[in-house]
C-alpha cells in the first residue's frame, strides 16, 4: 500500500484527495497545512488518517512514500526539497517552481536521492490527449512536427479565482514572478514542450493588460499574451493566452509533413486533419463529411466512457498520479519525462524575462493606440539554452503508462 | 438601496422596547460584510437606534455606495470607521477588533463552489475575529450570521424552528456553503464554551429586498431552457432585508440571550406556487413545469446513488440531504425572535414582495 501525503489544504487539493481515494493500492496517510482548520476540513471530507500543521511533523509521523504539493506556488521548490532529501517521491502541482532554476535544482535532487518527480501537467493526460499522443507515436503527422499552436483561454468573471485575485492587492499570485500568467499557462506552454525536440528555442513573447482590466483600473497583470518559440530550423509553436477571447478556447493543434491534429479539450474532441486533398470539387463535399464522422466518432466515445464510469472531470490527473506511482511501485518511467518539465520552466522564464523589459503595463494605460504604434518597440527574442546538467536519462517522449 | 415607496430609514423607538441592551450607545461596534445586501442595512438600524461609534469592516474592492449614502443621511456626530481588509489577515482583525464591545459578523464565503474556498471565508475568518476579540477582552457579544442551511430539516414534524437538529455530516450534503455555515457556528459556540465568549447566531431564512435578482432555490432551479418547479406547495421562508436586518440588531444588543439561535423569517409566508406566479406575472413569463416532492426526492436520491457508484463521476449536488433541507414541505416560525427580543416584522410580506418584484423587472429591464 503506497502511503500518500497532501501539503497544502487548498481549492486543488480537494481535486487530489478525490483522485487519490480512486486510485487502488494507496491511501492518504496524512494532510498538512499551515491553517490547522484548512487540514482538518480536508480530513473532514475524505478517507485521511491524520492531519498536521507543519511538514517536518508530517514527514515524521506519518512517514508518506508520496508526497503532493498543493500550496501556492512560492513555496513548491522549498517543500519539494525538503520531501526529496527525506526520500519521498514528490507530485508538485502546477507551476512546478518559480523558475527553472528551482527546477533544475529539483529534477537533481531528485536524482541523487533516488526519488522521482512530476508535475501537475494533468492536461497532458485526458482521455483525448492520449489519443492526441498515441497517433503522434503512431507516425500519423509524419515525421517531426513542423508547427504548433497552443490556446489557453481563462474567464476572467470566474468568480472563484479572478474575482479573489482581482480584488486583492496582497493576493500570492501577484507575487509570482510572472504573476496571472505564472498560475496559469504551464498547462499551454507544457502542451507545445511535448513536441519539442531540441533544447535550443528562439522565444518571442508580447504580453499586454486587456481593455477589460485597463477599463477597471487593473494595470498589474498581464492577461494578453501571445507567444512565438522556434527551434532552429525546426518546430515552431504558438502561444496564445487570452482572456478576452471567446470563446475561451483550450485548444492544441499540431501540424506535420503529412497530417495534423486538432484536439479541443473542453469538449474533449480529436479532429484528425488530412493533409492529402480530394480532387476537384470532391474536396468542398467529402471533407466536411470525414468531419461529421469524427465528431460523431468523439460523441460516441466520450459517451462509452461516460457510461463506463471513467470520464470524471479530473480524469487527466487520475491517470497522471497512476502513472507517477506506477513508476514508483515497478520502477516505470516518469509519467512526465524531467526534460519537458524543466523545457516548460526555461519557455516560462523566458516569457516572463521579455514581459518585464516590455513597455510597463500602467504606461499603456490611458494611451491612445495612435500613440501606442509610435512608441512600439521591435519585439527581442531570447534563446534559452538547458543547463548542462544531465537528465538525459528521463529524455525522452511523453511515456504512457503500461 | 431603498426601494422607492418603502422606507428605507423606519423610525425606531431607541428606547421603547429595550432599555436594556448589552452596550451603551457610546460603544464600539464592530460589523463584518457592512457593505454587502444585509450589511448595508444593519449599519442604518444601529444608527437609527442611537449608536453613533461604528466600524464597518469591507473588502477593499467592495463597492461603499450603500455605506456612504447612509453617512449622508445622518448627522455627523456619528463615528463611522471605514476598514478596508481581509479577515484572513489575522492583523487585520486585530487591529478591526480593538475595543470593540459588540461585534456583527456578516461576512462569509457565499456564492462559491469550493469547499476549501467557501470554509476559508467563512470559517478561517470567524477564528480570527475570535481571537482577535480574545486579545482585547471588552467584547459583550459576537453575532454570528449565519443560515437554514445549517438545518437538516428531517425532523418528525413539518415545523422548523431553533430546535431543529442542525446537519449532523454536512460534508456528505455536496453543498459547500452547507458546510461552512455547520462549521462557522461550530466555532463560534466551542470559543464561547472554551473561552467565554458570550455569542448568539441569527439564521435568516431566504433575504429579499431591492438589489437581489432572481428565484431562490426553494422555488426551483432552471436548466436546459426550462425550469423545474420543485417547491410548489412548501412555504418559502422569506425574510424582507429590513426586517432581517432589524432582528440581526437586537440579537446583537438585547441583554439575556447569550447562547441563543433566532431563525428570522416573515409573516405571512407565500408558498413557492404562489411566489412563483407573482414573479412570471411581475417580472418575466418563462416555462416552468412542476416536479412533485415524490418525484423530486427520487431523481435526488437517484443522483446521490448514481454519483457514490461513478465514484463522483457525477459531483453529488443533488442528494437526499439536499432535498430534506431545501424542497421538504416544511413550515416556519418566528415565535422565538417575537418572544424573547419583542421582534415584529415592519415590512408586511406583500408590500415587501411586490417592491421586490418590482425591482426585479427594472433590473430585468435594464439587463
Known amino acids: 500500500m503506497l502511503k500518500v501525503a497532501i501539503v497544502g489544504c487548498g481549492k486543488i487539493a480537494d481535486a487530489h484527495a478525490s483522485v487519490i481515494q480512486r486510485v487502488e493500492g494507496c491511501e492518504i496517510v496524512g494532510v498538512c497545512d499551515r491553517e490547522p482548520l484548512m487540514?482538518?476540513?480536508?480530513?473532514?471530507?475524505?478517507?485521511?488518517?491524520?492531519?498536521?500543521?507543519?511538514?517536518?511533523?508530517?514527514?515524521?509521523?506519518?512517514?508518506?512514500?508520496?508526497?503532493?504539493?498543493?500550496?501556492?506556488?512560492?513555496?513548491?521548490?522549498?517543500?519539494?526539497?525538503?520531501?526529496?532529501?527525506?526520500?519521498?517521491?514528490?507530485?508538485?502541482?502546477?507551476?512546478?517552481?518559480?523558475?527553472?532554476?528551482?527546477?533544475?535544482?529539483?529534477?537533481?535532487?531528485?536524482?541523487?536521492?533516488?526519488?522521482?518527480?512530476?508535475?501537475?501537467?494533468?492536461?497532458?493526460?485526458?482521455?483525448?490527449?492520449?489519443?492526441?499522443?498515441?497517433?503522434?507515436?503512431?507516425?500519423?503527422?509524419?515525421?517531426?512536427?513542423?508547427?504548433?499552436?497552443?490556446?489557453?483561454?481563462?474567464?476572467?468573471?470566474?468568480?472563484?479565482?479572478?474575482?479573489?485575485?482581482?480584488?486583492?492587492?496582497?493576493?500570492?499570485?501577484?507575487?509570482?514572478?510572472?504573476?496571472?500568467?505564472?498560475?496559469?499557462?504551464?498547462?499551454?506552454?507544457?502542451?507545445?514542450?511535448?513536441?519539442?525536440?531540441?533544447?535550443?528555442?528562439?522565444?518571442?513573447?508580447?504580453?499586454?493588460?486587456?481593455?477589460?482590466?485597463?477599463?477597471?483600473?487593473?494595470?498589474?497583470?498581464?492577461?494578453?499574451?501571445?507567444?512565438?518559440?522556434?527551434?532552429?530550423?525546426?518546430?515552431?509553436?504558438?502561444?496564445?493566452?487570452?482572456?478576452?477571447?471567446?470563446?475561451?478556447?483550450?485548444?492544441?493543434?499540431?501540424?506535420?509533413?503529412?497530417?495534423?491534429?486538432?484536439?479541443?479539450?473542453?469538449?474533449?474532441?480529436?479532429?484528425?486533419?488530412?493533409?492529402?486533398?480530394?480532387?476537384?470539387?470532391?474536396?468542398?463535399?467529402?471533407?466536411?463529411?470525414?468531419?461529421?464522422?469524427?465528431?460523431?466518432?468523439?460523441?460516441?466515445?466520450?459517451?462509452?466512457?461516460?457510461?463506463?464510469?471513467?470520464?470524471?472531470?479530473?480524469?487527466?490527473?487520475?491517470?497522471?498520479?497512476?502513472?507517477?506511482?506506477?513508476?514508483?511501485?515497478?520502477?516505470?518511467?516518469?509519467?512526465?519525462?524531467?526534460?519537458?518539465?524543466?523545457?516548460?520552466?526555461?519557455?516560462?522564464?523566458?516569457?516572463?524575462?521579455?514581459?518585464?523589459?516590455?513597455?510597463?503595463?500602467?504606461?499603456?494605460?490611458?494611451?491612445?493606440?495612435?500613440?501606442?504604434?509610435?512608441?512600439?518597440?521591435?519585439?527581442?527574442?531570447?534563446?534559452?539554452?538547458?543547463?548542462?546538467?544531465?537528465?538525459?536519462?528521463?529524455?525522452?517522449?511523453?511515456?504512457?503508462?503500461? | 438601496m431603498p426601494v422607492p415607496g418603502f422606507p428605507s430609514s423606519i423610525p425606531v423607538s431607541t428606547d421603547a422596547i429595550h432599555d436594556s441592551f448589552v452596550i451603551s450607545r457610546d460603544d464600539r461596534i464592530l460589523v463584518t460584510g457592512a457593505a454587502g445586501f444585509i450589511g448595508v442595512r444593519v449599519v442604518e438600524e444601529l444608527l437609527d437606534r442611537g449608536f453613533h461609534n461604528l466600524a464597518c469592516f469591507v473588502r477593499p474592492s467592495s463597492d461603499l455606495a450603500g455605506i456612504e449614502a447612509i453617512v449622508k443621511r445622518h448627522p455627523q456626530s456619528v463615528r463611522i470607521d471605514i476598514l478596508k481588509g481581509n479577515l484572513l489577515s489575522r492583523a487585520d482583525c486585530e487591529a478591526a477588533c480593538k475595543d470593540v464591545a459588540v461585534m456583527f459578523h456578516l461576512a462569509g464565503g457565499t456564492g462559491e463552489k469550493s469547499f476549501p474556498d467557501v470554509f476559508m471565508n467563512s470559517v478561517v475568518t470567524t477564528r480570527n475575529l475570535l481571537e482577535a476579540c480574545l486579545r482585547y477582552a471588552r467584547l459583550q457579544r459576537f453575532l454570528l450570521v449565519s443560515s437554514f442551511a445549517v438545518y437538516s430539516n428531517r425532523q418528525k414534524s413539518q415545523y422548523l424552528d431553533e430546535s431543529c437538529p442542525l446537519e449532523a455530516h454536512p460534508e456528505l450534503r455536496g453543498d459547500a456553503y452547507c458546510f461552512a455555515k455547520v462549521k462557522q457556528e461550530q466555532i463560534v459556540v466551542d470559543y464561547g464554551e472554551k473561552f467565554g465568549i458570550p455569542h448568539v447566531v441569527v439564521r435568516p431564512g431566504s433575504v429579499y429586498g431591492a438589489g437581489k435578482r432572481g428565484l431562490v432555490g426553494r422555488v426551483g432551479l432552471g436548466t436546459f431552457g426550462l425550469f423545474l418547479h420543485l417547491g410548489g406547495p412548501n412555504t418559502i421562508p422569506f425574510t424582507h432585508v429590513d426586517n432581517c436586518a432589524a432582528a440581526i440588531t437586537l440579537a446583537g444588543l438585547v441583554k439575556g440571550i447569550d447562547g441563543e439561535a433566532f431563525n428570522v423569517v416573515d409573516d405571512d409566508l407565500p408558498t413557492s406556487r404562489q411566489f412563483l406566479r407573482l414573479y412570471k406575472n411581475s417580472v418575466r413569463h418563462f416555462r416552468s413545469v412542476y416536479v412533485p416532492h415524490m418525484v423530486s426526492y427520487s431523481l435526488c436520491y437517484l443522483w446521490e446513488k448514481y454519483s457514490?457508484?461513478?465514484?463522483?463521476?457525477?459531483?453529488?449536488?443533488?442528494?437526499?440531504?439536499?432535498?430534506?433541507?431545501?424542497?421538504?414541505?416544511?413550515?416556519?416560525?418566528?415565535?422565538?425572535?417575537?418572544?424573547?427580543?419583542?421582534w415584529k416584522p415592519r415590512a408586511a410580506t406583500v408590500d415587501g414582495l411586490r417592491l421586490y418584484l418590482q425591482s426585479c423587472a427594472q433590473g430585468e429591464g435594464h439587463a
Open chain 1, 39 to 402: 487540514a482538518k476540513q480536508l480530513q473532514e471530507r475524505f478517507p485521511i488518517r491524520k492531519c498536521f500543521g507543519e511538514v517536518g511533523e508530517l514527514l515524521s509521523e506519518a512517514r508518506p512514500d508520496v508526497v503532493h504539493i498543493t500550496t501556492p506556488p512560492a513555496s513548491h521548490f522549498e517543500i519539494a526539497k525538503v520531501c526529496l532529501e527525506r526520500g519521498c517521491h514528490v507530485y508538485v502541482e502546477k507551476p512546478f517552481t518559480l523558475d527553472a532554476d528551482q527546477a533544475q535544482r529539483l529534477v537533481e535532487l531528485a536524482e541523487k536521492k533516488g526519488a522521482k518527480l512530476t508535475a501537475g501537467h494533468n492536461n497532458q493526460f485526458s482521455h483525448v490527449a492520449r489519443r492526441m499522443r498515441a497517433l503522434v507515436e503512431s507516425g500519423y503527422l509524419g515525421e517531426t512536427p513542423v508547427h504548433m499552436e497552443s490556446y489557453y483561454g481563462y474567464d476572467l468573471g470566474d468568480p472563484s479565482y479572478a474575482r479573489a485575485l482581482l480584488g486583492d492587492q496582497q493576493h500570492w499570485v501577484r507575487r509570482l514572478p510572472g504573476k496571472l500568467l505564472h498560475n496559469i499557462i504551464s498547462h499551454g506552454i507544457a502542451r507545445i514542450a511535448e513536441f519539442l525536440t531540441c533544447d535550443h528555442q528562439h522565444v518571442i513573447a508580447h504580453g499586454y493588460a486587456s481593455p477589460f482590466l485597463n477599463g477597471i483600473g487593473e494595470t498589474d497583470i498581464v492577461d494578453e499574451l501571445r507567444v512565438m518559440i522556434c527551434e532552429e530550423g525546426r518546430t515552431t509553436a504558438y502561444f496564445t493566452f487570452s482572456s478576452q477571447m471567446r470563446p475561451s478556447v483550450h485548444d492544441f493543434r499540431i501540424f506535420g509533413s503529412k497530417n495534423g491534429l486538432l484536439l479541443d479539450q473542453d469538449h474533449e474532441i480529436l479532429l484528425r486533419l488530412r493533409g492529402a486533398k480530394f480532387k476537384s470539387y470532391a474536396e468542398y463535399f467529402i471533407p466536411p463529411l470525414l468531419f461529421a464522422r469524427q465528431h460523431v466518432g468523439n460523441l460516441l466515445g466520450n459517451a462509452r466512457l461516460f457510461l463506463a464510469r471513467d470520464f470524471h472531470m479530473d480524469s487527466g490527473m487520475k491517470y497522471l498520479v497512476e502513472s507517477f506511482y506506477c513508476s514508483i511501485r515497478d520502477g516505470a518511467p516518469v509519467p512526465i519525462p524531467y526534460r519537458q518539465i524543466l523545457l516548460t520552466a526555461r519557455i516560462m522564464d523566458a516569457i516572463f524575462d521579455q514581459l518585464r523589459h516590455q513597455l510597463p503595463n500602467r504606461l499603456v494605460a490611458g494611451r491612445s493606440r495612435a500613440d501606442l504604434a509610435f512608441q512600439a518597440q521591435p519585439l527581442a527574442s531570447k534563446m534559452i539554452e538547458p543547463s548542462s546538467t544531465g537528465v538525459e536519462s528521463q529524455s525522452g517522449t511523453m511515456r504512457a503508462r503500461t
Open chain 2, 308 to 342: 457514490q457508484w461513478s465514484a463522483g463521476q457525477l459531483p453529488p449536488a443533488f442528494n437526499r440531504g439536499r432535498w430534506y433541507a431545501q424542497w421538504r414541505k416544511t413550515r416556519y416560525s418566528n415565535e422565538k425572535l417575537k418572544t424573547m427580543l419583542n
